[in-house]
């Protein structure tokens, strides 16, 4: 970091993570693959530096904001970037979500200028277009009327030699997040922020070094892929596999067989079902040294099952898109199951009980977190932002206990808790004994009101594909299907389709196991953690991400 001639500490977030490596003898490695030809630091940095001194002619200036409607792509990085060198603020946004929510990402962050990729153009152009100020439009993929095309734009001009002064703490992008309801909220992330969890989480926990080749199942627009797959690997100088399209557990093998990753990132579900997908095959991650779990918390039987079949361990954490990246997390070699670790070099972790005093060990409280990549608050919502940020700490809104060595226990979102007989019960408890059942693949546990107001706990209960019941109970499987408008994280608008979408299998069947599944529950917690009721569905509602979507299954 240098300083100005009033003697302000300067530092663009572009420099450290594209600019140097030119400088520092790094241009000719390469940067991004699995998106066609293989693309180099040094055309990375031209492409992100043509960004910038375009965005400059169009009269973008310091602080503006440029909404980018691209899936993972060499695009994403270098407009990303790009923008944060000419001084304004990226706001990375879901490509695959709706008008109604594009409408909403104008109107909230009113951009002065928007990219939009050709598998956006249905939902997000007549949005941008019909917005009250509307951005000016430039498109990849495609030439649209009205619209400049994103690398007709970037052949006229030559890249901006010097990125435009920044401070360490001006804002340099937009995440946003919908957290427990409501409408989305952007939380604003400083220039600084995204070298602070670089050095925490990805040098001091995953130690991410230069031969590094980093491949994410979360997308780029999400808080956790971009660290994943973007500014962890080019913080170091290592190579980072893009998927554009959405995956499956079938398509990430064949990712993982041509690109051998060493760093593989994922959620919950994605490691339950490539070990469905592994079952009875000769599947090995041999490349991979290092996998990460977020997004939701990790039942104890995928991480010890994943560990049996594939030799490697899953090392849970949980972040969130306020602290831009994991502040607690499992280390390799030290793992513990069903917890998310310690905390991240560089972070602090309390547990606030009801009361407002610090939570004793192991009892459940509220987690509040501090570090130095806490966001600058909620763009334009100021009481929102109070309650977040009281002093240095933010308020995650989770559930967790602590263990008398220190690890942290997720129990779920404040209002996933259920109060039952008087006592509080973790629905991720509750789901962690169903998966221990060999024939459960997946569940979810939620409360719902019984006609006396009394809390009773209901269990909706995905089976595995093929396997064998007790008492030879086969419980009807049709065919999974959509739930139609998928929620994505970060939307404005719930899906059209409520839980009712979701098919159950032959009652009288279904009825048996499911008495069986509550007495194979009841052996291993108490009684009044014991669901009165469960369901088979052929598919639980989740985000985006593969969090699972509660809120859907209550009545």
Known sequence: MVADATNRELFNACDYFLDRHLREGRGQRIAIAGTGAPVTYAELTERGARVALTWCERGVEAGDRVLLVLPDSPDFVACFFGTIKAGAIAVPVNPFTRAADYAYYAADCRPRLAVVHAVSFSEALPALQQAQDPPRILTVGAKVPDCE???????SVSPLSEARSTTPDDVAFFLYTSGSGGQPKAAMHRHRHMLATSDGFARQV?????????????????????????????????????????????????????????????????????????????????????????????????????????????????????????????????????????????????????????????????L???????????????????????????????????????FYHYCGRADDMLKVSGMWVSPLEVENALLADAAVAEAAVVGQRDPDGL?????????????????????ARPEPRSFGAERVEGSAFPAASPIQSLSPAAPAAGTTFAD??????????PGYKVPQRIEFVTELPKTATGKIQRFKLRR
């Open 149 to 155: 095309l994103l690398d007709a734009a970037l052949a």
């Open 206 to 366: 995953l130690g991410v070094r230069a031969d590094d080749v980093a491949f994410s199942a979360s997308k780029l627009f999400f808080a956790y892929g971009l660290g994943n797959a973007m500014y962890f690997p080019l913080s170091v100088g290592a190579a980072s596999v893009l998927l554009p399209e959405r995956l499956s557990p079938e398509k990430l093998f064949a990712v993982l067989e041509q690109y051998r990753p060493t760093l593989f990132f994922a959620v919950p579900t994605l490691y339950g079902a490539l070990l469905r997908v592994a079952e009875g095959t000769k599947m090995r991650l041999d490349s991979v040294r290092a996998c990460v779990s977020a997004g939701e918390a990790l039942p104890v039987e995928i991480f010890e099952r994943f560990r049996r079949r594939f030799g490697l361990e899953i090392l849970d954490g949980i972040g969130t898109t306020e602290m831009l990246h994991m502040f607690i997390s499992n280390r390799a070699g030290e793992a513990r199951p069903g917890s998310c670790g310690r905390e991240v070099p560089g972070y602090e972790a309390r547990i606030v009980a009801e009361s407002g005093e610090e939570a004793a060990a192991g009892e459940i409280g509220n």
């Open 516 to 525: 069986e599944l509550r007495a194979f529950v009841r052996q291993r917690l």
């Open 455 to 475: 809390t009773r706990i209901v269990a909706f209960v995905v089976l595995q594909q093929g396997r064998e019941l007790h008492h030879n109970c086969h419980p």
């Open 368 to 406: 509040w977190v501090r570090g130095p990549s806490r966001m600058a608050g909620y763009w334009e919502k100021p009481e929102l932002t109070a309650r977040a940020l009281p002093g240095e700490w933010y308020v995650t809104g989770d559930k967790f206990y602590r263990d008398p060595d220190g």
